[in-house]
């Protein structure tokens, strides 16, 4: 069973940035699409980017050209580099795999953005 572990969460003004880090167990990490999601107070789990196991981005409308989705498979890795954060991005960061199949969640790591 993989395990996936998500930092890199924090409080910052709206504008500011932050780097969200997703690491994951076992050796099977690569050959998988992985994907960020988000979920805010009373609304439901959303996917907000993805990467195909070969390095292909998307990303919901709401993040794109803000928000940078990237891989290191050889660190079993997924990272999420967010830019001109808003107070709407404030939301508890889930990484797992891409739909419509997901390993068993981490924790998420909360990001805040508030002035």
């Known amino acids: 069973q993989v395990q996936l572990v998500e930092s890199g969460g924090g409080l910052v003004q709206p504008g500011g940035s932050l780097r969200l880090s997703c690491a994951a167990s076992?050796?099977?990490?690569?050959?998988?699409?992985m994907a960020w999601y988000r979920q805010a107070p009373g609304k439901q789990r959303e996917l907000v980017a993805g990467?195909?196991?070969?390095?292909?981005?998307n990303y919901a409308d709401s993040v794109k050209g803000r928000f940078t989705i990237s891989r290191d498979n050889a660190k079993n890795t997924v990272y999420l580099q967010m830019n001109s954060l808003k107070p709407e991005d404030t939301a508890v960061y889930y990484c797992?795999?891409?739909?419509?199949?997901?390993?068993?969640w981490g924790q998420g790591t909360q990001v805040t953005v508030s002035s």
């Open positions: 990467i195909t196991s070969g390095g292909t981005p």
């Open positions: 076992g050796s099977i990490f690569s050959i998988y699409g």
């Open positions: 797992n795999r891409k739909p419509p199949t997901w390993w068993e």
